[in-house]
């Protein structure tokens, strides 16, 4: 009896004191316009009214609160499209692709950008981090970091029920290897992704010019198009060098181009 | 019959014809289509007092003339030799010639010119060029009288064995290419192993050398054999720079001087043994000839009126296009067929670049470079039915003949792009049970993005990734725990079921608290008969379990000696003593010990397992 006083002592509390001023305090948000859902659909209405630049200032908004989500970054994407900002275009659907990789409409769009912008899809790496990235292509980053625990976990149980139960010794050469041989895998792809977020940037700007020397009076020695992907590999004072899907190296004005983590 | 006649009759005429024709090719002086040369040339250039040298008056295209009386020459005596003839047929164009020799003994000292030579021959006059020749006092060296330390010999060889380099021309821009040409020029000497020049070449990229041309050049009326040896070379950087000199190694053949002690009978031609030649009549001495140095000047391009879409083209250049098909549907490809032509640095020529490629997709251009012709073959793939036309094409390059830049432009080409019959295309899905066929209708009106979402999603706090989530992380060490803790005790379970000692050791202390307990009850009924044998029981299965020894033969000698063995302290030892003898006397002696001796006799036994388990003995 003393518990269960104590049980409906504490939710009143919680009730009262913690949960009852969150709501207000969600609601007076809301009402001011201010709470993120409200700002999200604020920016829609702009979209659908075709005032893209007050969308996209919406949804960046909700950005610089330091929010996001695929379908934040997918809309925005939309946005920029139908601005005609493609490079930004590909740069918001680069980071919807994050969230939502298996989103149908995403890829749908994302296929058309890279058409309209006469762009294959690019992978980048040798021949094994292009396997790993296509079997991984549908995770995300949180995805992954479950399912390496996943396996984790199979492999401690495993290891545990292997002491006791002499049967399961006769097989587990043959799962440690297959549940390693993932767990490996898994972790590769998964550095991958969070290195792919710090390392590829998206141009932006027309046309980009990748020159033999971070120098303005520099060689070109060739030129990347809007919504290019490409690797940084190093940055200096206002410029980046930038690897090509086909691995070639060159410098790259800072201002073209910007990176899938901002 | 007569049909087969017919075509008997008329193969025997052409046959016939073609006979006539090889009899009077190979029989008849021939009417030669070149027009007539008269040349002069001597074997050397140098002669001494006392020697003699050939003279040869060779008629080029022709082969019945006559040995020209030859006029007296001041300084030398003449003699006529005799005529050599030579004909040749090359691609079935005849050619022949025909040289008269004459022996030429020089009379005094000097340099003397002779000739040139006129003569007449069936009313057509000919005139040979003019020779010079040095007479000297001393004793001009050659390869058939060649002294046996080769050296100053070789010293002396510098007139009929040297190397030459030249240009087409001293100044040049960078990267155009500038064909080099080094001679080696060889008059009657015997030269073999012959190796590709070499040179100095600091601030050039030399191209690999061609072939090897090989050929006779008549050199102040001296007749030389040559070997030509042709490359290209670029500037690699604006200045002025020096090539060569330009160094060819060949090894010279010459005859061993012969020995003098042979007697004036065998002094004649037998004397010459043939396997001599085989064993030691020719020597080879390596040579390294060097030729002379060029000043050289590479210039840089100009900036004024440089292309924009300039790319370092650099030569004389044409350029072709052509484009097909012209007609095509939306999506098929076009292919551009460039050809650029001309003379000058074709690793520099890029391909011709389109005015615009709105409307298009462009591929990479496939290349194939010839001597004097880089071709780009390119395709491209109309991606709007609003294309009209391929737009024009430029190629900029600098030309280093009039130096300024210049822009070849070609095209546009006209194009017709056939939009698809129908958006809609229709699809004919047969089912067998249902007739008549179903008509599915695939529509596809066009292509835009896909609306936006309604709803914001998870919204989530930017860079909060679960892998960064310190929980989570800190969580990662329960299960390795877990597994550590489970290894440890699955150990531990395995040693009590394997090792006895262990199991006994372990178990001992709780036997011992069980043993103990019972004593208490019995304490407290005041049963001493049975409170000791229990005391005396559970010291015995504790000390049998501890030291691993059989329990029913723990005696205090027994157990005394052991402890005594492990350095036990003696007051513990004194305590066991003490139970021991307690026991003893209720249980053999039934001495009756009070309650006090009892409690007395229980805490000493739990004083020294207590002891004991603490020792870890």
Same mark, same amino acid.
């Given at each position: 009896m003393k518990k269960i006083g104590l049980f409906f002592s504490a939710s009143f509390f919680a009730v009262t004191f913690i949960l009852i001023p969150c709501l207000r305090s969600s609601l007076a948000q809301e009402a001011a316009g201010n709470s993120p859902a409200a700002l999200f659909y604020q920016a829609n209405i702009y979209y659908q009214e075709g005032k893209y630049d007050a969308a996209i200032k919406g949804y960046e908004k909700l950005i610089d609160l330091g929010l996001e989500s695929g379908n934040l970054y997918y809309n925005l994407g939309n946005s920029y499209f139908k601005k005609g900002e493609l490079g930004l275009a590909v740069l918001s659907y680069e980071k919807a692709k994050g969230f939502i990789p298996n989103d149908g409409d995403l890829k749908s769009n994302y296929d058309y950008l890279l058409q309209r912008l006469s762009l294959e899809p690019q992978l980048f790496g040798n021949w094994f981090e292009k396997t790993v990235c296509t079997l991984f292509q549908a995770a995300t980053i949180d995805y992954l970091t479950i399912f390496l625990f996943f396996i984790y976990i199979v492999l401690v149980v495993f290891l545990i029920l292997g002491l006791f139960f002499s049967r399961l010794k006769r097989y587990s050469g043959m799962v440690l290897c297959v549940l390693a041989a993932l767990f490996i895998l898994s972790a590769y792809a998964l550095n991958r992704k969070i290195n792919y977020l710090s390392k590829f940037a998206v141009v932006i700007s027309n046309e980009a010019d990748a020159k033999f &020397?971070?120098? &303005?009076?520099a060689t070109t020695y060739f030129k990347l198009s809007e919504g290019t992907k490409v690797e940084v590999v190093e940055k200096a004072e206002g410029w980046y060098k930038v690897r090509r899907f086909d691995n070639k190296l060159g410098w790259i004005d800072k201002s073209t181009l910007k990176l899938i983590s901002r | 019959m007569d049909k087969l006649k017919n075509i008997t009759r008329s193969l025997k005429f052409p046959a016939l014809g073609l006979t006539l024709a090889f009899y009077v090719l190979s029989f008849t002086p021939c009417c030669f289509a070149k027009e007539l040369s008269f040349e002069a040339t001597v074997d050397s250039g140098k002669v001494s007092l006392g020697s003699s040298l050939q003279l040869a008056l060779n008629f080029s295209n022709a082969q019945n003339m006559p040995a020209p009386e030859l006029p007296v020459i001041n300084g030398f005596q003449s003699r006529y030799l005799g005529p050599s003839t030579m004909m040749s047929i090359v691609n079935g164009k005849v050619s022949g010639s025909i040289t008269h020799n004459y022996l030429l003994l020089p009379t005094k000292v000097g340099t003397f010119k002779i000739g040139p030579f006129k003569f007449e021959h069936n009313g057509d006059k000919y005139t040979s060029n003019q020779l010079s020749i040095e007479v000297l006092q001393g004793q001009v060296q050659g390869p058939a009288q060649?002294?046996?330390?080769a050296e100053p010999e070789i010293k002396d060889l510098s007139d009929r064995l040297f190397v030459t380099i030249q240009v087409k021309k001293d100044r040049t821009y960078l990267n155009e290419a500038v064909p080099l040409i080094i001679k080696l020029y060889v008059n009657r000497l015997g030269i073999r192993d012959i190796q590709y020049p070499e040179f100095s070449h600091e601030g050039f990229s030399v191209s690999a050398f061609d072939k090897p041309n090989q050929y006779q050049e008549l050199r102040n009326g001296v007749n030389f054999d040559v070997i030509e040896f042709n490359t290209s070379i670029f500037g690699l950087r604006p200045g002025e720079f020096k090539l060569g000199p330009a160094h060819i190694k060949c090894n010279l053949i010459v005859q061993k001087q012969r020995k003098r002690n042979s007697t004036l009978a065998s002094n %004649?031609?037998?004397? @010459? %043994?043939? =396997?001599d030649d085989f064993f030691g009549r020719f020597e080879t001495y390596p040579l390294d000839l060097k030729s002379g140095e060029i000043a050289f000047t590479v210039l840089p391009l100009p900036e $004024?009126?440089?292309?924009?879409? =300039?790319?370092?083209a650099l030569g004389s250049f044409g350029l072709e296009v052509t484009a097909a098909? #012209?007609?095509?549907? #939306?999506g098929d490809p076009v292919t551009l067929k460039m050809v650029v032509s001309g003379e000058? %640095? =074709? %690793?520099t020529v890029g391909v011709p670049k389109l005015k615009s490629e709105k409307g298009f997709k462009i591929y990479e251009p496939q290349i194939k470079q010839e001597t004097n012709e880089k071709k780009f073959e390119q395709i491209i793939m109309p991606? @709007?039915? $609003?294309?009209k036309e391929i737009p024009m094409l430029s190629l900029d390059f600098f030309d280093t003949q009039s130096g300024e830049y210049k822009t070849i432009n070609r095209g546009p080409f006209p194009i017709i792009i056939v939009k698809p019959e129908k958006e809609e295309e229709l699809k004919i899905v047969e089912n067998?049970?249902?007739?008549?066929a179903v008509f599915v209708k695939e529509e596809r009106l066009g292509r835009d993005i896909i609306y936006i979402k309604d709803t914001p999603g #998870?919204?989530?706090?930017?860079?909060?990734y679960l892998y960064k989530n310190k929980i989570f992380l800190v969580f990662q060490i329960f299960p390795l725990l877990l597994y550590l803790i489970t290894l440890v005790l699955y150990a531990k379970k395995q040693r009590l079921k394997t090792d006895l000692r262990y199991a006994r050791g372990l178990l001992a202390p709780r036997k011992a608290k069980a043993g103990i307990r019972q004593a208490k009850k019995y304490l407290d009924k005041a049963d001493a008969q049975k409170f000791y044998d229990t005391l005396f029981t559970a010291m015995q299965e504790y000390l049998g379990d501890k030291f691993h020894l059989s329990s029913k033969g723990i005696t205090i000698s027994v157990i005394d000696e052991h402890l005594r063995k492990n350095g036990v302290a003696e007051e513990a030892l004194v305590k066991l003593r003490e139970i021991f003898r307690e026991c003893d006397m209720v249980r053999y002696a039934s001495s009756q010990l009070t309650q006090a001796n009892m409690r007395d006799s229980l805490i000493k036994l739990e004083e020294v397992i207590d002891y004991l388990q603490r020792r870890k003995i």
């Open positions: &020397e971070p120098l &303005e009076n | 060649p002294s046996s330390q %004649n031609s037998f004397d @010459s %043994n043939i =396997f $004024e009126n440089k292309p924009v879409d =300039f790319s370092g098909p #012209l007609e095509v549907k #939306l000058g %640095n =074709f %690793n991606m @709007s039915a $609003e294309v067998k049970q249902l007739t008549p #998870l919204l989530k706090k930017k860079s909060d």
